[in-house]
């Protein structure tokens, strides 16, 4: 294996120490940071995802709140959970756990957010201001990728201000909560961005793509998409797929990613891996943000 693995636990863990004292600032100016998490029906990775930021809640201090809804519950009724959460003034940050059923529109149930408690920028007003390079929150994923690319680029010894300018940067997935906003962040870095989705793939074009890519970021959601094969030598290749595949002989369910690892470290520079890559990053990143909507409330 030639490509540096990207740590993305011992990241976490530095990014997590700031996050305590940033979180020890605003309880002491008198303010409790709350998350408040809305799971609908029982997705595998949205439930590994909602115990671990109730885990990482509880120990910060941080107030938690679950909501857990029916998947054949009616748009109407998940709009009312929202504006519950909306109204309480324990919370200052609220997820929204995809996916979603189909009777539940995403664009819909985004627009009943309160902008000041959307920490992952879904709701129209955020995502505006991250497009026009004036964040209020930048979501945690895609956020996760560029701290994670930015370290690493900064621990080779180069610089991250002037390292993307002009480099090509292939996102592969463009929802809204991952590629769309990446694609900003990335033309935030001077990189030249380009964004493949399913009909790229549809198109026979992912690989022509892929091959020219300095830089990788892969969150399609197809376990093993991209091959040693169809990246270039010194690639730098972040996964931020989570797929839950079940072993055939053990029956156990277990988490991955994007990439085939192997083959595609094979070529890469350096490479991230699943589990422990961005996902550990994703989890403090999205406190960071719950306490920053606290701060921001009050007016710290």
């Not at 505006?128 to 945690?140: I, K, N, T």
């Not at 399609?220 to 797929?241: H, L, R, S």
Request: hydrophobic share 45%; with cysteine.
């Amino acid at each position: 294996m030639a490509a540096h693995v990207i740590d993305g636990e011992a990241l976490a863990a530095e990014l997590r120490e700031n996050v305590e004292a940033s979180f020890g600032d605003v309880v002491e100016a008198g303010v409790r940071p709350g998350l408040a998490t809305v799971l609908v029906g029982d997705d595998y990775s949205a439930q590994a995802y909602e115990r671990r930021l109730r885990r990482l809640a509880e120990e910060l201090g941080c107030h938690y709140a679950s909501e857990v809804l029916a998947p054949d519950i009616e748009e109407a009724d998940a709009f009312a959970v929202i504006g519950k959460l909306n109204a309480d003034p324990r919370v200052s940050g609220i997820l929204i756990l995809r996916p979603l059923p189909k009777q539940v529109s995403e664009g819909h149930i985004y627009r009943t957010l309160d902008p000041l408690k959307d920490v992952e920028a879904v709701h129209p007003d955020n995502a505006g201001l991250l497009a026009l390079g004036q964040p209020r929150f930048v979501p945690s994923t895609p956020a996760s990728v560029f701290f994670m690319l930015d370290r690493y680029v900064e621990d080779s010894g180069r610089d991250p201000k002037t390292f993307y300018n002009g480099l090509d940067l292939v996102l592969v997935g463009r929802s809204n909560n991952v590629g769309k906003p990446a694609l900003w962040l990335g033309l935030a870095r001077n990189a030249t961005v380009v964004s493949c989705h399913a009909y790229t793939s549809q198109a026979g074009r992912l690989p022509d793509h892929m091959l020219r890519a300095d830089i990788l970021v892969v969150a399609a959601g197809v376990p093993g998409i991209v091959t040693g094969e169809i990246v270039k030598e010194g690639v730098i290749a972040i996964d931020v797929g989570i797929n839950a595949v079940k072993d055939e002989e053990t029956g156990k369910t277990r988490i991955v990613g994007d990439l085939d690892f192997e083959s595609v470290a094979a070529k890469a520079e350096a490479i991230s891996p699943v589990p422990g890559g961005v996902g550990p990053i994703t989890d403090v990143w999205l406190l960071r943000n719950t306490i920053e909507a606290a701060r921001y409330r009050a007016r710290l």
